[in-house]
């Protein structure tokens, strides 16, 4: 309770614009203008075909709905702030950018490829440096996950460098 | 009487025997491990639910839903960290219980007290679950928008985090279901001129992503964290004292349970933690509290199981679902084609009541399970992080692609994991967005529809008496969290 307490003056002795809260709402309302700007391009559904309401009016409620409830929490963290939050360390960006590293590779390459990079990697990044370890959830479980879904439930996966031999 | 065949029928399927078998066994693996829990498991099996038929489905995410609220004690007793957050309060009794030497003894209660919780919501459900569906009777398009709308302000309450936050997550949540085509017209709605899109973001990948890969996120901050484990000799069932000391709390807390969870929205992690403050409002000891009481861990777990069978309540009278797990079962009946309603009551008795002994089996397999075999499965958590997330992974992508063979639905899961890891860092409970993308569809279809029925005078949906105590009652939700925390002013 005391540490909160600490972590808070921290935040509050923070200019403002550094405060998680700033950042937090400024985000959150930032990317709501953007999507209620979105639904002004909806289509108009003439007067016979509209049921009830415009398609765009419920998302544009919902919108002007989070704004200005965003708009109250952050006048409510003015007097009472967010407790500040420890900084993430490496491994958090590590496993971040392999999330990153498996669209671009599953995209690109291969699918069976990406799932065994990124489960390399991570756990390689975690801590684990046993080469038994890495070729087991890298290659030989991605390998009985494959092979469990296609004979369970006859899924295709998408072609591949990989794939595309697998299935040839 | 017919119906208590009906339940009993499960007893007689050698397959559904095996399914129950199954998804209790697994519903504790994930109710032990740290980070997932029913209702990530629920997610990443419902692809496979497709091979089965409708009712050994439902069983078995039933099954996981009973098994996996249990199982998350079993952690929160042995390393203080809850398996799932429905099991938060049982640590705060639990741990320091087993710190004593006693974790057989804590680990029992916890069984015991789950146990009789769990059947006791299961009585609930095949009571008053019926009785609703027949309510339901009465309800037209502005009753269920009233309350659709009731559920979403409910989320004002969840957990103890800021209310204003949650609604934030659930309008978000809401704001997810209006993504594809619009349902009415077939207008593109934040589609962006991705053909993916067209169709709506699936409520799989979101769940994953929120859970699952949210967590894999969360657990790359803390992997230098080390668990003081406790060790487990056995199990011990309660002494006559311990029973004499807990019975009265046990009950009370099975009843706070079962209603918590009949409210929509609401869930085991709220409930566990209703049902520990009144454990201790009530007990002679309250001073034991925090420091290993037995009647604060009986008080929890009682508690948190109770509200699994209450949660079905809503989930299968009226299709508004009472938990995020119950949101699962709810995407697994649709899935396989079965609407929950009123008219679910009248036309398939067989699949409903199937489905109320499933839950009732399913809470004694899991006593036993537990009883006999919760040493082992607290050795799961001995399974390092740097090899379960990575398989966890591997998992979840292809779950996620199984259910469209979509490559975009693995991204869009990516994607979740990423804005779940973040909304929880900064207080967003991921909750919410659930009931708010399950129940999005509903509120803007019976607004849409009932729009056109008053000929949209929106002042008509108070001239509906049912609608109207909806609107009363969300008025009522929205207030309680500002009327708590001026209480708890007052009090300091």
Same mark, same amino acid.
């Given at each position: 309770?005391?540490?909160?307490?600490?972590?808070?003056?921290?935040?509050?002795?923070?200019?403002?614009?550094?405060?998680?809260?700033?950042?937090?709402?400024?985000?959150?309302?930032?990317?709501?203008?953007?999507?209620?700007?979105?639904?002004?391009?909806?289509?108009?559904?003439?007067?016979?075909?509209?049921?009830?309401?415009?398609?765009?009016?419920?998302?544009?409620?919902?919108?002007?709905?989070?704004?200005?409830?965003?708009?109250?929490?952050?006048?409510?963290?003015?007097?009472?702030?967010?407790?500040?939050?420890?900084?993430?360390?490496?491994?958090?960006?590590?496993?971040?950018?392999?999330?990153?590293?498996?669209?671009?590779?599953?995209?690109?390459?291969?699918?069976?490829?990406?799932?065994?990079?990124?489960?390399?990697?991570?756990?390689?990044?975690?801590?684990?440096?046993?080469?038994?370890?890495?070729?087991?959830?890298?290659?030989?479980?991605?390998?009985?996950?494959?092979?469990?879904?296609?004979?369970?439930?006859?899924?295709?996966?998408?072609?591949?460098?990989?794939?595309?031999?697998?299935?040839? | 009487?017919?119906?208590?065949?009906?339940?009993?029928?499960?007893?007689?399927?050698?397959?559904?025997?095996?399914?129950?078998?199954?998804?209790?066994?697994?519903?504790?693996?994930?109710?032990?491990?740290?980070?997932?829990?029913?209702?990530?498991?629920?997610?990443?099996?419902?692809?496979?639910?497709?091979?089965?038929?409708?009712?050994?489905?439902?069983?078995?995410?039933?099954?996981?839903?009973?098994?996996?609220?249990?199982?998350?004690?079993?952690?929160?007793?042995?390393?203080?960290?809850?398996?799932?957050?429905?099991?938060?309060?049982?640590?705060?009794?639990?741990?320091?219980?087993?710190?004593?030497?006693?974790?057989?003894?804590?680990?029992?209660?916890?069984?015991?007290?789950?146990?009789?919780?769990?059947?006791?919501?299961?009585?609930?459900?095949?009571?008053?679950?019926?009785?609703?569906?027949?309510?339901?009777? *009465?309800?037209?398009?502005?009753?269920?928008?009233?309350?659709?709308?009731?559920?979403?302000?409910?989320?004002?309450?969840?957990? *103890?985090?800021?209310?204003?936050?949650?609604?934030?997550?659930?309008?978000?949540?809401?704001?997810?279901?209006?993504?594809?085509?619009?349902?009415?017209?077939?207008?593109?709605?934040?589609?962006?001129?991705?053909?993916?899109?067209?169709?709506?973001?699936?409520?799989?990948?979101?769940?994953?992503?929120?859970?699952?890969?949210? *967590?894999?996120?969360? %657990?790359?901050?803390?992997?230098? %964290?080390?668990?003081?484990?406790?060790?487990?000799?056995?199990?011990?069932?309660?002494?006559?004292?311990?029973?004499?000391?807990?019975?009265?709390?046990?009950?009370?807390?099975?009843?706070?349970?079962?209603?918590?969870?009949?409210?929509?929205? *609401?869930?085991?992690?709220?409930?566990?933690?209703?049902?520990?403050?009144?454990?201790?409002?009530?007990?002679?000891?309250?001073?034991?509290?925090?420091?290993?009481?037995?009647?604060?861990?009986?008080?929890?777990?009682?508690?948190?199981?109770?509200?699994?069978?209450?949660?079905?309540?809503?989930?299968?009278?009226?299709?508004?679902?009472?938990?995020?797990?119950?949101?699962?079962?709810?995407?697994?009946?649709?899935?396989?084609?079965?609407?929950?309603?009123?008219?679910?009551?009248?036309?398939?008795?067989?699949?409903?009541?199937?489905?109320?002994?499933?839950?009732?089996?399913?809470?004694?397999?899991?006593?036993?399970?537990?009883?006999?075999?919760?040493?082992?499965?607290?050795?799961?958590?001995?399974?390092?992080?740097?090899?379960?997330?990575?398989?966890?992974?591997?998992?979840?992508?292809?779950?996620?692609?199984?259910?469209?063979?979509?490559?975009?639905?693995?991204?869009?899961?990516?994607?979740?994991?990423?804005?779940?890891?973040?909304?929880?860092?900064?207080?967003?409970?991921?909750?919410?967005?659930?009931?708010?993308?399950?129940?999005?569809?509903?509120?803007?279809?019976?607004?849409?529809?009932?729009?056109?029925?008053?000929?949209?005078?929106?002042?008509?949906?108070?001239?509906?008496?049912?609608?109207?105590?909806?609107?009363?009652?969300?008025?009522?939700?929205?207030?309680?969290?500002?009327?708590?925390?001026?209480?708890?002013?007052?009090? %300091?």
């Amino acid at each position: 309770m005391k540490n909160v307490q600490k972590q808070k003056r921290a935040n509050k002795s923070l200019p403002f614009f550094f405060r998680d809260e700033f950042r937090v709402s400024l985000v959150i309302i930032l990317v709501s203008v953007a999507l209620l700007i979105t639904t002004f391009t909806f289509d108009i559904v003439p007067p016979i075909l509209n049921r009830g309401i415009q398609p765009a009016t419920f998302p544009k409620a919902l919108l002007v709905l989070i704004i200005v409830m965003t708009l109250l929490i952050y006048y409510l963290a003015t007097k009472n702030p967010w407790k500040v939050e420890k900084k993430l360390p490496g491994s958090f960006f590590l496993t971040l950018s392999s999330f990153v590293i498996f669209v671009v590779v599953s995209k690109t390459l291969d699918f069976f490829l990406a799932i065994s990079a990124l489960s390399i990697f991570v756990s390689y990044c975690w801590g684990e440096k046993r080469l038994f370890y890495l070729l087991l959830v890298g290659i030989i479980f991605p390998i009985i996950v494959f092979i469990f879904f296609e004979t369970i439930l006859g899924l295709r996966f998408p072609p591949g460098l990989i794939t595309n031999i697998y299935y040839s | 009487m017919d119906n208590l065949l009906l339940m009993l029928a499960p007893l007689f399927s050698s397959k559904l025997l095996l399914v129950l078998f199954f998804g209790t066994l697994f519903g504790l693996i994930l109710g032990v491990l740290p980070g997932l829990g029913p209702t990530t498991g629920g997610a990443l099996i419902l692809p496979f639910t497709m091979t089965l038929d409708p009712l050994s489905a439902i069983v078995l995410l039933t099954s996981i839903y009973c098994a996996g609220t249990y199982g998350g004690a079993i952690t929160a007793v042995l390393i203080n960290t809850p398996g799932t957050p429905a099991a938060a309060a049982t640590c705060l009794d639990g741990y320091p219980l087993a710190q004593k030497g006693e974790a057989g003894r804590a680990l029992g209660m916890a069984t015991v007290s789950s146990t009789v919780g769990g059947i006791f919501s299961v009585v609930i459900l095949v009571f008053f679950a019926p009785i609703l569906a027949q309510l339901a009777y *009465e309800f037209g398009q502005p009753e269920y928008f009233a309350l659709a709308i009731f559920g979403l302000t409910m989320l004002a309450s969840i957990g *103890e985090g800021s209310p204003i936050k949650n609604l934030i997550a659930g309008a978000f949540g809401i704001l997810i279901s209006t993504v594809g085509k619009d349902f009415m017209t077939s207008i593109d709605r934040f589609t962006f001129g991705i053909n993916e899109l067209t169709e709506g973001i699936g409520f799989i990948p979101v769940v994953v992503g929120l859970f699952a890969m949210s *967590e894999m996120l969360t %657990q790359s901050t803390l992997i230098n %964290q080390v668990f003081n484990r406790i060790a487990l000799k056995a199990i011990k069932l309660p002494s006559k004292d311990d029973y004499k000391k807990t019975w009265k709390t046990i009950l009370r807390s099975s009843g706070i349970g079962s209603f918590i969870g009949v409210l929509p929205a *609401e869930g085991g992690t709220v409930a566990s933690l209703i049902g520990y403050s009144e454990a201790k409002r009530f007990s002679k000891n309250p001073e034991e509290f925090g420091k290993g009481s037995i009647e604060g861990i009986a008080g929890a777990e009682a508690a948190n199981n109770a509200a699994t069978g209450g949660a079905m309540v809503p989930t299968l009278a009226l299709g508004i679902p009472g938990s995020a797990t119950t949101a699962v079962i709810l995407t697994g009946l649709i899935i396989h084609g079965v609407r929950p309603g009123p008219d679910l009551f009248r036309e398939q008795p067989d699949f409903l009541y199937g489905i109320f002994g499933a839950m009732l089996i399913a809470n004694i397999l899991f006593f036993i399970f537990g009883f006999f075999g919760a040493k082992i499965f607290a050795r799961i958590t001995l399974v390092p992080n740097k090899i379960l997330w990575p398989m966890i992974f591997a998992v979840s992508v292809c779950g996620t692609y199984s259910l469209n063979q979509s490559i975009i639905d693995v991204w869009i899961m990516l994607f979740f994991g990423v804005l779940g890891f973040f909304m929880r860092r900064y207080g967003f409970s991921v909750v919410p967005v659930i009931i708010g993308l399950i129940l999005g569809e509903l509120v803007e279809g019976t607004l849409r529809q009932s729009l056109v029925i008053f000929d949209g005078n929106w002042l008509m949906f108070f001239t509906r008496p049912i609608a109207l105590t909806f609107f009363i009652l969300s008025l009522i939700a929205l207030a309680f969290p500002l009327i708590r925390s001026r209480k708890i002013k007052k009090k %300091q």
